[in-house]
């Protein structure tokens, strides 16, 4: 094969490439905005407020805000909560504690099932109840929150793979200038260097 026909045809190769890389990273950015976007909507929608900063001063073991919430809760103190990140510390450091607090450990199955082996009407079968109730509302907000940490999650990789893509997209024009460019230089006549081993030995008996 002539070396400028195989120069053009590696350099239409990647073009071709180029064009994928840049379709894929713009559908990749699409679905980071996307799901970030979503995540942020959904999550202002809840209206959920981290304790200020003053409720951090004094933590308690057993009281809303224990010495276990310092070193994620508190970062950050008083805001409301629109981001993934912050989805899956309130879900995890703050109302996963909670629901340690109040069912002792206990699912919301589990509660409820101890509930309804008590005397219906009766005084502990009501406290029974609303405790089942509230740690089977707390559990569902934590897993909204953290499905909603997961989509960001989803986002940020998106994002990553997208700037990979064009970045790749990029050095792989350069490649492609330069091979045109090359092709252009090159003598029609020219051959693509082949190989030739060395000639094979004859062994005579």
């Known amino acids: 094969m002539r070396r400028k026909v195989f120069d053009m045809l590696a350099s239409v190769g990647g073009v071709v490439m180029v064009i994928v890389l840049v379709v894929a990273g713009s559908l990749l950015m699409v679905g980071y905005n996307f799901a970030n976007n979503y995540v942020h909507t959904q999550l202002a929608q809840q209206q959920i407020t981290f304790p200020p900063a003053a ?3 004094h933590p308690k073991a057993g009281s809303e805000i224990t010495p276990s919430m310092i070193p994620s809760v508190s ?12 989805a899956q510390v309130y879900a995890n450091d703050f109302i996963a504690v909670h ?7 206990k699912s919301y199955a589990q509660l409820s099932s101890e509930a309804m082996n008590l005397p219906k009407g009766s005084a502990a079968y009501t406290a029974a109840e609303a405790k089942a109730q509230t740690v089977f509302q707390g559990t569902t907000l934590r897993g909204l929150l953290l499905e909603a940490y ?3 999650l989803i986002a940020t990789i ?9 970045a790749l997209a990029a050095m792989l024009a350069v490649l492609v200038i330069l091979g045109f460019a090359h092709a252009r230089r090159v003598n029609e006549d020219e051959e693509l260097l082949v190989h030739h081993g060395p000639p094979a030995t004859v062994v005579t008996a």
């Open 158 to 166: 998106a994002f990553w793979c997208g700037i990979a893509a064009f």
């Open 55 to 57: 409720a951090f001063a």
């Open 150 to 152: 997961g989509f960001s």
């Open 75 to 86: 970062q950050y103190a008083g805001q409301q909560l629109l981001t993934g990140p912050q």
């Open 99 to 105: 629901l340690q607090q109040i069912g002792g450990g």
